[in-house]
Each structure stands twice: as structure tokens, then as C-alpha cells.
């Protein structure tokens, strides 16, 4: 693990470090300064040039490293990369409860929880981050970024273990609803035990028949309206894509869903059908006081769309 960095953090992101290697007898001097190996490391990720040029580069004591100085094996280097634009994810995200510990949040759907790949300043940590002034404040378990409702997180990373290790041992009760269509044929409450997979690099998950069960669902039925019906899902186990893929397969594929049944190419920019699946509420038993704990998303069902809206 590297050392403190001596860049604070940049739109609510830490800098990003790189660490020469050690010292290696076979190749005495592999490179003549820290420009060549920062050019060797990094210029197919950001300008070296222009980040030497300017003092991005900083080392261990927030100096900016000179390309021309002397190779050193062992030593640390940080840097903010430059972000490219992103559209801004329409809504508030509104604070449900706040303490000393935990912040519990009802996240809009097509907002990202962490930040990843092409949704870096869109995500929940990074906007909370900058807006509530907790730079240490991470999720304690993820949502699907088209997925709304209820979400988790620490505030100090002295909080993540205790609660992290409450959602690993299943000790949260969670309670979903969805809008899917409604089939008089179905009786409900029903509960669906298959085995789930989803491999990496593709888009959607996939059942494996007869072999054990990973993936367990209670589903019952809320409220009928006409051809459609709110559904309560409840699941026992958090299987990626457990709840798409269970109301899937009984033939009632959750609305607005642009994985399942058939993957959709959706703009990143287009927000007008989201997803309709809410994270409705968590119970818990908190882990360092022992009190009984409950919250519950404002937001119901069917959940709106927005317009898109310029960069920030």
C-alpha cells in the first residue's frame, strides 16, 4: 500500500498513484530519469510531457518530480488524471439519515454508485464526497446504476468493516418493489431458487440448470393496476441481476429494463424510461450500537423519466 498521498482529493476523487519498481541487479539502470519511466508508464494514459511541464507529477513530500531527475527505484508519484465531460444525471439525491457513521441515500436511477469506467463525477461517492465535505465516504453495498432507492454508505473508512461485514453475512433485510406486467395465470407469493451466473464481459447473467442453488427470491404482489402490478421482491440471497433475472423468468420482465429480456442500446445522455425497480427499504441490527434499524425510499412506483441536460 502506498503512503499518504500529498494531493488532496480533486471533484471528490483521489489522486492516482504509480510506484517505480525495485531495485532489480540484472538491470542496473532500466531507465536514465523519471521522465523516461514516467513515459514509459504512462503516456498511453495522460500527457507526460504537459504533467511534467506543469508540476502534476508529485512526489512522496508534494514536490513536483523533475523529468530530467535521476531514475529512483521504490519511489511513489501521484497524479489527478483529466476527466473528460460527462452528462450531468438528472435529480437530487436526497439524504434519508446522516450520523456520525453511516449516510443512507435514495439514489435516482442512472447514477452510477461508484465511480467507474465512463460515470466518474456522475456517481454517488463522488458527488456526496464534494457535497456533504466526507472525502473518506464509500458504499456499503451497490445498486445498479439504472437501479433507484435505498443505498448505504460509511462515512470514515474506521466505519466500512463493521458494516460491510453485516451485509456479507446476510444480515440485512432488504424489500424491493417493481412494475412489471401483471399475468392472472401467476400465483403469488411465489419464491424462485435457481443457480445464477454472469459471466465477465457480457451484458446479461444466465440460469444454469441442476446445478445448486445460488439465487433466491420471494415475490409477491403489492397492487394491481389494470394490465400492470407493483410487485414486492424480497431477496434471500444478491446474485448480480438476481431480481431482473428472477421476474424474468416467470415471464414478467420488470419495465424499462435495457438488459432483459433483450439488451437495448440506450444513449448515456437519454434518461426518459428508467428502470422500474426500487430498493424500497433495509433493516438492520446496527452493528456497533445494537439498535434496530429502518429506512425506506420516498420514491414509488412507476418512477419518471427525465430530459437530458447539458455537461457540467
Known amino acids: 500500500m502506498p503512503p499518504r498521498s500529498p494531493l488532496p482529493q480533486r ?19 532500466p531507465w536514465p530519469t523519471m521522465g523516461a519511466w514516467l513515459h514509459e508508464r504512462l503516456s498511453e494514459f495522460v500527457d507526460v510531457t504537459g504533467f511534467l511541464a506543469r508540476g502534476r507529477f508529485v512526489s512522496e513530500t508534494g514536490i513536483p518530480v523533475v523529468g530530467s531527475a535521476p531514475y529512483l527505484p521504490c519511489t511513489f508519484v501521484w497524479f489527478h488524471r483529466d476527466r473528460p465531460d460527462e452528462t450531468v444525471v438528472p435529480g437530487q439525491i436526497p439524504v434519508i439519515h446522516h450520523d456520525e457513521r453511516i449516510v443512507v441515500v435514495d439514489k435516482p436511477p442512472f447514477l452510477s454508485t461508484i465511480p467507474r469506467g465512463r460515470h466518474v463525477l456522475q456517481s454517488v461517492v463522488v458527488r456526496l464526497r464534494a457535497e456533504l465535505g466526507l472525502p473518506e465516504l464509500s458504499p456499503l453495498h451497490r445498486l445498479d ?57 457480457q451484458w446479461q447473467a ?45 415471464g414478467i420482465p420488470i419495465l424499462g429494463d435495457p438488459l432483459y429480456p433483450v439488451v437495448e442500446e440506450v444513449a448515456l445522455d437519454d434518461f426518459a424510461r428508467p428502470l422500474q425497480l426500487l430498493a424500497s427499504e433495509v433493516r438492520f441490527t446496527d452493528p456497533v450500537d445494537g439498535r434496530p434499524r429502518r429506512f425506506e425510499s420516498v420514491r414509488r412506483l412507476p418512477l419518471r423519466g427525465e430530459i437530458s441536460v447539458p455537461p457540467a
Do not use: C
Request: aromatic share 6%.
Open 145 to 201: 446504476r439504472v437501479t433507484s432507492g435505498i443505498l448505504l454508505l460509511a462515512t470514515e473508512r474506521r466505519w466500512r468493516g463493521a458494516y460491510q461485514s453485516m451485509f456479507q453475512r446476510g444480515e440485512v433485510g432488504k424489500t424491493y418493489r417493481a412494475l412489471a406486467p401483471f399475468r392472472p395465470r401467476l400465483d403469488f407469493p411465489v419464491t424462485v431458487r435457481n443457480h445464477l451466473i454472469k459471466p465477465r464481459g
Open 206 to 250: 444466465e440460469v444454469v440448470a441442476d446445478a445448486p442453488v445460488n439465487a433466491v427470491s420471494l415475490i409477491e404482489i403489492d397492487e394491481v393496476l389494470d394490465d400492470t402490478a407493483v410487485y414486492r421482491l424480497t431477496p434471500q440471497t444478491g446474485r448480480t441481476h438476481q431480481l431482473r433475472m428472477h421476474m424474468l423468468g416467470l
Open 11 to 29: 471533484h471528490g476523487l483521489d489522486a492516482a498513484w504509480v510506484r517505480t519498481p525495485d531495485p532489480d541487479r540484472s538491470r542496473p539502470d
